[in-house]
């Protein structure tokens, strides 16, 4: 039985009139991948229990769109326990507390987001909450350096992973919908379909009959169809930062500049992400390691580009051109 109950997920189950509650403060975790989240799971009797009981704890995994049979990550009796597949040597219960059976997973890796769910297995039945993990990230457009609508599937999700991301699923668009994203070229999805998000309907887009959302072509034929795409970077590890520099650049001597500097000319997916998370901004255009010039801006003003805050586009500017650039350095 299932009682939400300010804002506790709650279940319960009678045994020999002592009962089993399994619940989670918290069944939405935000996590930044590459670092590690603790998905809460706790139970306790009630009455309270004179001798301890043998209890197995188990986790499941299944993606977010609910497609898909539940995967196993662990299973814990006592000390005793076992990590399966991709979740093998990264995930451990916290046990900080009797009773506690969360889940730490250590470090995060790109396709771990999904619905988690945590079963407290007594005797003959069961109880269990699920908690969803997420991450916090940030979707930008992509189109190839050669034009528009120019990837197939296999080179979208390539074009995203040289540039630090990946592929966006379908709950991270909508989100960034949600947050104002409006563009009107459709981009190749993790699920190979082909969507756009408009936030404004208007002629140039789509028409103004449709409602404002998130439009799908469908799913598309992989190889045939093309598409820009929609990345997904979840965090930065290290530092994006403005080069300074006594003069311009061209592409060579930009990517040059970097290294001299002790770090590497900048990434797509790690501007966006230092734009995000770090609030970088800067009203001076650099040259990015894919061959784009862009700069990032969080408090719009004069001369630097429209009204809203984002990372504005040069595109793929001749490389003989002089601008500034975006280096990128790893912390430790
Ligand atoms: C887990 O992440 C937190 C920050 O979210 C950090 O303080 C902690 O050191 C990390 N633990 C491990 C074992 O990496
Ligand atoms: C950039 O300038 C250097 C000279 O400083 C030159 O050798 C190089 O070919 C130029 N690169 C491009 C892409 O124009």
Not at 66 to 85: K, L, P
Not at 162 to 178: I, P
Not at 187 to 214: F, I, K, N, S
Not at 254 to 267: F, T
Request: one cysteine or more; glycine letters at 10%.
């Amino acid at each position: 039985i299932n009682y939400f109950f300010q804002g506790i997920v709650r279940c319960q189950f009678y045994f020999h009139k002592i009962r089993l509650h399994v619940e989670s403060p918290e069944t939405l975790v935000s996590a930044v991948q590459g670092s590690n989240a603790t998905l809460p799971c706790h139970y306790r009797y009630e009455p309270a229990l004179s001798a301890p009981r043998k209890t197995r704890v188990k986790w499941f995994w299944q993606p977010v769109s609910g497609e898909g049979q539940e995967r196993d990550v662990m299973v814990a009796i006592g000390t005793r326990h076992r990590s399966y597949g991709d979740f093998k040597g990264r995930v451990r219960l916290r046990r900080s507390a009797p009773g506690d059976a969360s889940l730490v997973i250590n470090p995060l890796q790109s396709d771990d987001t999904g619905r988690y769910r945590c079963e407290i297995i007594d005797g003959l039945e069961d109880e269990s909450v699920t908690v969803q993990l997420k991450f916090r990230g940030v979707v930008f457009p992509y189109h190839s350096s050669r034009g528009r609508y120019l990837m197939n599937f296999h080179e979208a999700k390539e074009a995203c992973e040289k540039q630090d991301a990946h592929l966006a699923t379908f709950e991270q668009l909508y989100a960034s919908w949600d947050e104002g994203l409006d563009w009107c070229n459709a981009g190749w999805l993790m699920d190979g379909t082909a969507q756009y998000p408009v936030v404004e309907p208007r002629e140039a887009c789509g028409g103004t009959e449709l409602a404002p959302g998130v439009r799908s072509y469908g799913v598309r034929d992989k190889s045939l169809d093309r598409f820009d795409a929609f990345c997904f970077t979840s965090s930065i590890r290290g530092e994006v930062y403005f080069l300074q520099h006594h003069f311009k650049l061209n592409f060579t001597e930009a990517v040059e500049a970097c290294q001299s500097d002790g770090g590497r000319i900048a990434k797509v997916g790690q501007l966006y992400a230092a734009w995000r998370f770090v609030g970088l901004d800067q009203c001076d255009a650099g040259w990015l390691a894919d061959g784009s010039v862009r700069y990032p801006i969080i408090q719009p003003r004069m001369n630097c580009g429209t009204s809203e805050p984002g990372v504005r586009s040069f595109g793929f500017p001749p490389k003989h051109l002089k601008h500034g650039v975006f280096c990128y350095k790893v912390r430790w």
